[in-house]
């Protein structure tokens, strides 16, 4: 089946720092691929998505761009702010049989930022 | 408003009783989901509605029912809590299904069991 792999499962850093989490996918299709972030006390939000090969997608200041080839997805932004602190979920989409369409997470990634 | 609300936010259960958790959303989605989190694990789909079709996972079918009375609420219910059942679920709400979907998620509620 579909799978999702998050290498970090917790990630600390310094306002100002450069931010990488890497995410990788296994999918038998052509998936959709999505970032959601997920703050305390509250639910995952939709953050962005790219659907198809070398697509970036970005906001907010994160990015990622879809690699097919190394069925990749990482995230990135440059310069991290504390109110950055947050879970971070990569996600695949596609179709699961008929009309259903499926959102397959990786474990997630805690993100804490220091002042 | 775009907020899916969950209620309780947490729930204590005994082994071997029902459990009934609420979900709703005032957005007109058609549908709705609910997800299983565990610690350390990735969010599981449980089942979904679309519209008034519940699909639900091979993996959990005998585990959890559902209803939707109508567009805004969905349930999710567990006929006999056991321990393994004590997680944090997830609601969430789309416009339709595909790729270009944004799917909108409640608090959860944090489910016990004891």
């Known amino acids: 089946g579909d799978s999702v792999t998050q290498t970090e499962g917790q990630v600390a850093l310094s306002e100002e720092d450069f931010l990488t989490i890497h995410c990788n996918y296994s999918?038998?299709?052509?998936?959709?691929l999505f970032w959601y972030v997920q703050y305390p006390g509250e639910g995952p939000q939709f953050l962005f998505r790219?659907?198809?090969?070398?697509e970036k997608g970005s906001s907010r200041g994160f990015e990622a761009t879809y690699n097919k080839e190394t069925t990749s997805f990482h995230l990135q932004k440059a310069s991290v702010q504390e109110s950055d602190s947050a879970v971070y979920y990569c996600a695949l989409g596609q179709n699961s049989g008929g009309s259903n369409y499926k959102l397959t997470f990786g474990k997630g990634t805690l993100l804490t930022v220091t002042p | 408003d775009t907020t899916v609300k969950q209620n309780p936010r947490y729930k204590l259960a005994r082994v071997g009783k029902p459990v009934n958790l609420i979900c709703s959303q005032t957005?007109?989605?058609?549908?709705m989901y609910w997800y299983q989190k565990k610690p350390n694990q990735a969010p599981k789909l449980l089942l979904f509605y679309y519209d008034k079709i519940l699909n639900r996972e091979a993996d959990t079918f005998e585990k959890f029912q559902s209803s939707r009375p109508n567009n805004s609420f969905c349930s999710l219910y567990i006929g006999s809590a056991g321990l393994e059942y004590s997680a944090m679920y997830l609601c969430a709400s789309s416009r339709g299904q595909g790729c270009d979907t944004e799917v909108f998620f409640g608090k959860g509620t944090r489910l016990t069991v004891v």
């Open positions: 957005m007109n989605h058609d549908t």
């Open positions: 790219a659907s198809r090969d070398k």
């Open positions: 999918a038998s299709g052509y998936p959709a």
